[in-house]
Each structure stands twice: as structure tokens, then as C-alpha cells.
């Protein structure tokens, strides 16, 4: 290659760099700007909030969640989320107001993937407090779920901090509308925790999923964190896989 060709690949690498740098930077403020938040206003100012109505929801076999309005079947957007991760919280916060009217909408079906993303190798308390979310998740019935879930979010403790304690989560519970000992005794037993495993299985082993957030539309993985933390980026990809 000529001085002139090494100089042309050199910037194009510089370019990748810098994109990528501020790509990272902007995940990175939005957390930051999350956490202030919190700070000031406590945990009811959590993520991005949704006003409309939402699509109906129901929980899969599986421990999915699917939010579609009847009739849906594609676009599929598919969700792999960790309730102790940062970037997914940033996600929703970025992003989960528009997935859910474009659900609602019926201009595509949702799919969330509650998983394990933090295990033994992370350390602790972050594996634990991810394992005690994502069963008590699974333990939420699926009309109370959007809610729920916003809560989880809302409630993430910060990273190296114990949290997600049963009380508190039976607790948030109780404020999303799920009622009765049921719950409970499922969140304080960690009755899903088989599911949970075979999810975090799923992911890993199936659809190659190593980090979170993980997002899919028909199969094919979106920019992570790109269009995840660009509501107007992701209705675009959204619209134009529906016209495929």
C-alpha cells in the first residue's frame, strides 16, 4: 500500500475510533444523568415513563414476555435484558416509551427476554442482585408486567451495591398491582430460578447473546448501544422492517 493509501486507512481507523469513543460517551451520560436523577428526585423518576395505552401482554412457556396487539406477527423485536444492568436501564429510559407504543400501535411485537447477565464470574453483589430481579420478574403476571418491570428499573441499585432485597421487591409488587401470597412467596422462595437458568441458557448457548442489553428485530442483532439509546433511530428500523 502507497503513503497515500496508509494515510486514507489511517483515518478511516480514526474515524471508527472516535465514533465508537463517542457512541460509549453517550451511553455513558445517559447513565450519568440517570443516576443524578435519582439523586434528586428519587427512584420514581427512574426511566423514560409511557402514557398511552399498551398492547396486551403474555407470559410464554418459556418466561418470555410478548407485548403484541392481536393479529401481530412481525416485526419481532426481541429484548435480552438484565434488570442489574446499567445499559439496559439506560435503554429504557432512552428507548421504552416508543417500543411500547409502536406495540400498541400494531407496528410491532415485543419480545422481552428477562436473563441472568450477571453470574459468578461478575462478582458479588451484582450476580445476586441480578438473580433475585430477574426470578421475581418471572414471578410478575403478565398484565403487571410493563409495570413491574419499570419499577426493577427504576429500583437499580447502583453497581457494587447490594440490592434488589426480597422485601423491597414483593414491595414493588404490591405498588405495580400484584396481589395476593402468591407473588410473594414465589419472589421469597426464588421459585423461578429453573426457568431462569434455562433463559440464561437460551441466550448464551441459542442466540449468542454475551452482554446486555441484546436486541433483535427479525432475527437480525441491532447496534448496541447505536439505535438502542436513539428512540428515533429504532422506530425508523422498526417502520422499515415492517415494509419488508
Known sequence: MDRAGRAVEGLRLLLAVVGAVAVIAAALAIVVALRARERDGGPSSGPGTYRGPLAPASRAPDGAVVMTQPGVRRPVLEIFEDFQCPLCRAMEHAVGPTIKMLAAERKVKVVYWP????????????????????????????????????LLFAHQPEEGVPGFAPADLVGWGREAGIRGARFASCVEDMREAAR?????????????VT????????????????QLLDAGALERAVLAAGRR
Open 211 to 226: 452482554d446486555a442489553p441484546a436486541v433483535f428485530l427479525d432475527g437480525r442483532s441491532l447496534d448496541a448501544p447505536g
Open 196 to 208: 431462569l437458568d434455562a433463559l440464561t441458557r437460551y441466550a448464551a448457548r441459542t442466540r449468542g
Open 115 to 150: 436473563f441472568q447477565r450477571y453470574r459468578g464470574a461478575e462478582g458479588e453483589p451484582m450476580a445476586s442482585n441480578s438473580r433475585r430481579a430477574a426470578n421475581a420478574a418471572l414471578c410478575a403476571p403478565a398484565d403487571r408486567w410493563a409495570a413491574y418491570r419499570d
